[in-house]
């Protein structure tokens, strides 16, 4: 019997990600654009210039995908994508392509929650990422063509470690597209040989829900941490759509916080000013600063970040300024600022995880059985976060389940697999009808 095959497209922020995954938890081609070239001269994401580069790449990122699945769009059973949270013009982007390419082809379109998909995804088989074919990656824009730089790619590498391989980006977006095509040629012809799709009635509820039953990594119920730029998280994860809620931030999230330190310290801001400053972190004494861990007089799961953030910057202020810096060696300069980073970092983690441990005896309250606590969200890639939970998760007995870091950031591998739960329990439109105007949909 042949799987589901669906196509997940992600562009609520500034990466565009495409991928197509099977419902037995294959991932068979993955490819995803960045922005952060786009937007790292500015120090923030720009949603014009974001909507732009995602409207400039969403073609050729799914071609690349289905072309690394070694797949037509006619075998797709299913298109998912996200429809939020993010920037809306960003969006709709994506939106706008799932929709067309739902109606082409005739096959349902399921709408994804951005923060959603950051959780279900800890539950592909973690033998899905080793198997998975290397995500095809590129620029979201050609205006770097006329220097071709180099992209680093992350698939098996861990949090910021040194990227593992490079790829030449290409000189423009048909270049890209041919090179994409190249790049996966040899192995996405025996992909497809051996792949039995159908998309006929492949999308049916109850043979994808067997699927899934075979072989997911992560049974419900499982306790959730998400941190990414946008969110904080905490959440009980009883079934798809039913999340209860634990704790979220007061204030900012802590990858907001990252990439803000990040910014004034003069890091590099890409792919992420949160990686910079955990590489920078590593050189530095965590007790260096004596920052207040955030929200202890409260018994709750809540987070904040807003006033380690501001503590940080007066640090860096105070540390950083002029007559201070002036008799310093470039090496003990880029000292004060490790110790700095370090000392944010220690204190952030202490925070996500005293909250998380709070969290773990909520939880069980309600759910007495649970086993697994899932890190996931693109402050999931830092080691130091995944340390201090896996300690937390051995202390509680828990499992700690980790995604691998290139789906803890944003990326489409994680829609299309929250599509295909979902899919699973029927939760899809049918396919818009094609008479209908597609420039007014
Ligand atoms: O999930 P994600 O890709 O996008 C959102 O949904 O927000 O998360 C991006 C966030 C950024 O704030 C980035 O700085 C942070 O994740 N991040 C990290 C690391 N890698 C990415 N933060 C700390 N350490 C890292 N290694
Ligand atoms: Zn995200």
């Known amino acids: ?34 922005q952060a070239d786009v937007h790292a001269q500015w120090g923030g994401v720009v949603p014009n210039l974001a909507r732009d580069a995602h409207a400039a790449a969403i073609d050729r990122t799914v071609d690349s995908a289905l072309a690394a699945a070694g797949l037509a769009p006619q075998q797709l059973s299913a298109v998912a994508v996200t429809i939020g949270p993010g920037l809306g013009l960003c969006l709709r982007v994506g939106a706008a392509k799932a929709r067309q390419i739902a109606r082409q082809y005739g096959i349902p379109l399921v709408s994804v929650h951005h923060m959603e998909a950051h959780a279900l995804v800890a539950r592909l088989p973690s033998a899905a990422a080793a198997a998975a074919p290397p995500a095809v990656r590129m620029a979201a824009t050609a205006t770097t063509a006329a220097a071709p730089a180099a992209e680093t790619h992350g698939s098996s590498s861990p949090g910021s470690s040194p990227p593992q391989q490079l790829l030449v980006v290409p000189q423009s977006p048909e270049a890209a597209h041919h090179s994409a095509h190249e790049a996966v040629a040899a192995s996405s012809s025996d992909r497809a040989q051996t792949l039995e799709v159908a998309a006929a009635d492949s999308a049916d509820p109850a043979t994808v829900l067997a699927d899934i039953g075979a072989s997911v990594s992560v049974p419900f119920p499982f306790l959730c941490l998400l941190v990414s730029g946008g969110h904080n998280l905490l959440v009980l994860v009883r079934g798809v759509g039913k999340y209860v809620q634990l704790g979220t931030t007061v204030d900012d999230a802590l990858g907001e916080a990252y990439d803000k330190i990040a910014r004034l310290l003069n890091l590099e801001l890409r792919p992420h000013g949160g990686a910079a400053l955990e590489a920078l972190a590593r050189e530095g004494d965590p007790r260096a600063v004596k920052f207040a861990v955030p929200m202890r007089k409260y018994a709750t799961c809540d987070f904040s970040f807003a006033g380690l953030k501001t503590n940080t910057r007066l640090a860096i202020e105070q540390q950083l300024a002029p007559e201070r810096t002036a008799c310093l060696t470039p090496e003990e300069l880029r000292k004060v600022k490790a110790d700095i980073a370090a000392s944010f970092q220690a204190v952030a983690v202490t925070h996500l995880t005293e909250k998380t441990r709070r969290g773990v005896g909520w939880a069980r309250e309600v759910v007495p059985e649970l086993r697994h606590l899932v890190v996931a ?7 130091v976060v995944r340390g201090s939970l896996q300690q937390l998760a051995e202390n509680e007995g828990l499992e700690l389940v980790l995604p691998p870091p290139r789906w803890c950031t944003d990326n489409g591998v994680m829609v299309a697999w929250a599509g295909i739960e979902r899919l699973a329990l029927g939760w899809a439109e049918p ?9 007014q949909r």
């Open 1 to 34: 019997r042949p799987a589901a095959v669906v196509l997940g497209i992600e562009s609520s922020c500034d990466d565009t990600g495409v991928a197509v995954v099977t419902s037995d938890g294959r991932v068979l081609g993955e490819a995803i654009a960045t």
């Open 377 to 383: 969200g693109g402050v999931a890639c830092n080691q």
């Open 431 to 439: 396919p818009p009808p094609t008479t209908t105007n597609p420039t």
